[in-house]
């Protein structure tokens, strides 16, 4: 029997929704060594990104507890024939253990969505730039700056490794 639009990856993974879950409410462990089984975990959280169809997704969302998480970042300047924004991929790659090293005071508000809380859409306020830390999968630490709707993608996905939900940050 075959679940139908239920890939193997996302029967292996299974999305983890509502807000009172407790692997999306625990502080996720750090990864001490990029081995083959992180790396392996790296590209399936890749592709679930992927078949979600979405822009970012954490480990604790597929119920891992992992400071690693997929993200997509994304030039929204340009519009189609009927105005909608492209969305139109710049990169996409796995952080892992990320840490901010600087943020702007300057905070944006913007509309955002999680995988984790289906239905719901709220406005949060975020640093407009950040600069980031992390670990990618060839062992070496990496620098990433990213600004607006890129910017946050990054802190939306680390607050779930923090176990914090968009909807704590309501104004
Ligand atoms: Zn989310």
Redesign the pocket.
């Known amino acids: 029997m075959k679940l139908f639009g239920k890939n193997d990856l996302q029967k292996k993974y299974p999305l983890v929704t509502g807000k009172d879950q407790e692997i999306l409410r625990v502080v996720c462990d750090p990864v001490s060594k990029v081995t083959s089984e992180i790396k392996q975990f790296a590209a399936d959280i890749q592709q679930l990104m992927r078949d979600y169809e979405w822009v970012?997704l954490?480990a604790p969302?597929i119920g891992i507890n992992h400071r690693m998480a997929a993200i997509t970042q994304r030039d929204l300047s340009n519009k189609d024939a009927d105005g909608n924004t492209k969305w139109e991929l710049l990169d996409e790659f796995v952080i892992i253990n990320p840490k901010i090293l600087a943020a702007s005071e300057t905070l944006k508000i913007d509309n955002e969505a999680?995988?984790?809380?289906p239905g719901l859409k709220w406005d949060v306020a975020r640093p407009h730039k950040i600069t980031i830390q992390y670990l990618w999968v060839d062992g070496e630490t990496h620098i990433h700056k990213a600004t607006g709707f890129n910017a946050r993608v990054i802190l939306?996905?680390m607050d779930?490794l923090d176990g914090i939900?968009?909807i704590d940050k309501l104004a």
């Open positions: 970012w954490a969302q999680c995988l984790s809380l939306h996905e779930h939900l968009f």
